[in-house]
């Protein structure tokens, strides 16, 4: 069966340091891959999606980068944060090709990010 | 452009039926989906429905579309306190998902 996992659980960082959050994927191969934002626990915001290996589409302009240097690992990454990248980061994985499969999207348990 | 819309709390009794409801814009969306998020957790997918059918049922839940008026709900029966969480509503757009901005749900004794 596949499972995700994101690390860390949980982080505090000071405004202006770098940041890594990690997530990879077990179980499955070429999956489509996903980093969202969630503010004060509501609504989703997709930050970047991942087709495929070195394949990164950004949704909204901001100081957040992505990469994929492996099928199954996706890496968030900011070389210095601000206030407002405090969130919940979520992770999540979905197979398919376009106009074909469910699309459904399995989620990561998240990284609390604090920034102070 | 695409949207998906959803009232942001609904309070229920313990043991009442619960109606989440759910609209959303691009009729040529294929799958629509619901998911349940409990608090600090990731979000988990509870059932999906293919936009040619009209109703989805598992156990404890149901799921109509009605595709006309781009509609989506969600029933919970027997609602036990286990069920408080925030539910999105989405809709199927190529390799992605348009959420809804989350029902809380609201269980009182």
């Known amino acids: 069966s596949q499972t995700i996992h994101q690390w860390p659980a949980t982080l505090v960082q000071p405004v202006g340091s770098p940041l890594s959050l990690e997530c990879t994927v077990e179980g499955t191969s070429n999956p489509n891959l996903y980093w969202y934002r969630q503010a004060a626990g509501r609504g989703l915001q997709l930050l970047f999606y991942?087709?495929?290996?070195?394949?990164i589409s950004s949704e909204v302009p901001q100081n957040l980068s992505a990469s994929r240097p492996q099928d199954r690992q996706f890496i968030l990454s900011s070389k210095k944060l601000l206030l407002s990248d405090s969130g919940f980061y979520l992770c999540a994985w979905s197979q398919g090709l376009a106009g074909v499969g469910s699309y459904e999207q399995y989620f990561g348990p998240g990284t609390r990010l604090t920034v102070t | 452009g695409e949207d998906v819309e959803q009232s942001l709390f609904l309070s229920v009794r313990e043991g009442d039926s619960s109606v989440i409801n759910c609209t959303y814009t691009?009729?040529?969306?294929?799958?629509l989906y619901w998911y349940k998020q409990e608090p600090g957790a990731g979000l988990q997918l509870l059932t999906y429905i293919f936009s040619n059918m009209d109703m989805k049922q598992d156990q404890r839940l149901t799921v109509l579309l009605n595709k006309k008026d781009k509609h989506l709900s969600l029933r919970i029966a027997d609602t036990q306190t286990g069920d408080s969480a925030i539910y999105f509503c989405a809709e199927s757009s190529n390799y992605q998902l348009i959420w809804g901005a989350g029902t809380k749900l609201i269980i009182k004794p």
């Open positions: 991942s087709v495929g290996i070195g394949q």
């Open positions: 691009d009729s040529s969306s294929t799958y």
